[in-house]
C-alpha cells in the first residue's frame, strides 16, 4: 500500500522559502500518476497548489502567480514543494497526495507557519 | 478556474437518518467523450488528511461503506448518508478535476442533532 510522508521545516520568515519534501513509500514515484501538493488554510480552505508526474511535466496553480515548483527525484522516490516570497497567508496544512483520477492518496499533513 | 458551491454550510441529523450534501458546479463538468462526471467527494475527520469517498460523481472507493452515495451531473450534485453514524461527523468536501486549476468545494461541517 503506497504510503505519503511530508517533511521539512515548520517555521519560515516572511519573504523567505518555504521546502517540503514528499517521500513516496510501498511504489514506486514512477507509476503512471501524478504527485501532487495541496493545503489547507482556515481562511481558503482546501487549495490545490501543483503537481508533478515523473517525467518531470508539472502543472501548477496560476493562483500562486509563479511563486511555486514542484520537482521529482526519482533516486529517492520523493517528490518536493518550494514556495517563495511567502507571507502570513502562505501558514497552512501541507500535504503531498497522489493523483489516480483524483487524490486518492494523502499523506497525514504538515503545518507550517509564516511568522518572524 | 470552476467555482464548487456546497450547501449547507452545516447541518445536523439524527443518528440513523439520512444526510444529504449538494455540489454546485459553475460550469459542466461531465466529459461527453469519457462519460464520465469529474467529481469527488472527500471526508475530513479532525487532525486527519481528507479520505476520498466517491469518485466519477458516484463510484464509491474501496472499503468505503455503501451508505455513501453521490449522485448528479454536469453542474449539480449530491452526496448522501443514509442510516447516519456516530463515525460521520465530519467535514465534507467536493472536487472537480475536470480541468486545472481543480479545485474543491468550502466544505459542509456534518453533526449529529
Known amino acids: 500500500q503506497v504510503q505519503l510522508q511530508e517533511s521539512g521545516p515548520r517555521l519560515v520568515k516572511p519573504s523567505g522559502t518555504l521546502s517540503l519534501s514528499c517521500a513516496v513509500s510501498?511504489?514506486?514515484?514512477?507509476?503512471?500518476?501524478?504527485w501532487s501538493w495541496v493545503r489547507q488554510s482556515p481562511g481558503k480552505g482546501l487549495e490545490w497548489i501543483g503537481e508533478?508526474?515523473?517525467?518531470?511535466?508539472?502543472n501548477y496553480n496560476p493562483s500562486l502567480k509563479g511563486r511555486v515548483t514542484i520537482l521529482v527525484d526519482k533516486s529517492k522516490n520523493q517528490f518536493s514543494l518550494k514556495l517563495t516570497s511567502v507571507t502570513a497567508a502562505d501558514t497552512a496544512v501541507y500535504y503531498c497526495?497522489?493523483?489516480?483520477?483524483?487524490?486518492?492518496?494523502w499523506g497525514q499533513g504538515t503545518m507550517v507557519t509564516v511568522s518572524s | 478556474d470552476i467555482v464548487l458551491t456546497q450547501s449547507p454550510d452545516s447541518l445536523a441529523v439524527s443518528l440513523g437518518e439520512r444526510a444529504t450534501i449538494n455540489c454546485k458546479s459553475s460550469?459542466?463538468?461531465?466529459?461527453?467523450?469519457?462519460?464520465?462526471?469529474?467529481l469527488a467527494w472527500f471526508q475530513q475527520k479532525p487532525g486527519q488528511p481528507p479520505k476520498l469517498l466517491i469518485y466519477?460523481?458516484?463510484i464509491r472507493e474501496s472499503g468505503v461503506p455503501d451508505r455513501f452515495s453521490g449522485s448528479g451531473s454536469e453542474t449539480d450534485f449530491t452526496l448522501t448518508i443514509n442510516n447516519l453514524q456516530a463515525e460521520d461527523v465530519a467535514l465534507y468536501y467536493c472536487?472537480?478535476?475536470?480541468?486545472?486549476?481543480?479545485?474543491f468545494g468550502q466544505g459542509t461541517k456534518l453533526e449529529i442533532e
Open positions: 510501498g511504489g514506486s514515484i514512477s507509476s503512471s500518476n501524478w
Open positions: 466519477w460523481a458516484s
Open positions: 508533478i508526474f515523473h517525467s518531470g511535466n508539472s
Open positions: 460550469q459542466s463538468i461531465f466529459f461527453s467523450s469519457t462519460g464520465f462526471n469529474y
Open positions: 472536487q472537480q478535476y475536470y480541468s486545472s486549476p481543480f479545485t
Open positions: 497526495a497522489r493523483r489516480f483520477k483524483t487524490f486518492d492518496i
